[in-house]
């Protein structure tokens, strides 16, 4: 019965994953931004779903520097695009070498995510293996269920009756 629940919300998340591709930002993305500056912060407006961008300085109060929107986009296509508007809203340019430590986090943020989804999928095989060799029953659950009886069993019924 365990199997079938864990099946049925990694189901559910993987929908979710599908429908609202780039959600609330990872630890590695927040690393990711920490290479062009360490002051920098992201934070998730549910409501909206959106990324908004904060620095805040060790000597002043923390300030909004930008907002991006995520519905249908890409942790990739985040990244990129924010380091283009960093590019343009922020007068200090950044150097080469803070660029490419954002990209060099941003294609290990990729990495871990590919190695964290194989391991899943490992983990899960090898339950279903587990389970299948010890004859666990594993029983779908179906996610809605009909109540009605078809017109013609009642009449049948009735003409009995």
């Known amino acids: ?5 864990a099946q049925g919300e990694s189901r559910l998340s993987k929908d979710w994953r599908q429908r609202n591709p780039a959600g609330p930002p990872d630890r590695g993305f927040k690393r990711q931004l920490q ?3 360490p002051n920098f912060d992201v934070v998730w407006d549910v409501g909206a779903e ?7 300085p060790k000597d002043k109060p923390g300030y909004h ?13 985040l ?18 070498e803070k660029i490419m430590n954002y990209l060099i986090e941003a294609n290990k943020q990729e990495q871990r995510r590919k ?9 899960s095989i090898a339950l279903e293996t587990f389970n299948f060799s010890r004859a666990v029953l594993q029983v779908a659950v179906p996610e809605a269920i009909s109540f009605e009886v078809p017109k013609a069993k009642i009449i049948e ?3 009995k009756e």
Not at 1 to 5: D, E, K, L, N, P
Not at 115 to 123: H, L, Q, S, W
């Open 1 to 5: 019965m365990s199997g079938a629940t």
């Open 35 to 37: 290479m062009l500056n």
């Open 50 to 56: 959106k990324w908004e961008i904060w620095e805040f």
């Open 65 to 77: 520097i930008m907002t991006v929107q995520t519905v249908g986009r890409t942790y990739r296509e």
């Open 79 to 96: 990244g990129a695009d924010i380091l283009l508007q960093m590019e343009k809203l922020i007068d200090q340019h950044y150097d080469a």
């Open 115 to 123: 190695e964290k989804d194989f391991m899943n999928k490992m983990e």
């Open 157 to 159: 019924r009735m003409v």
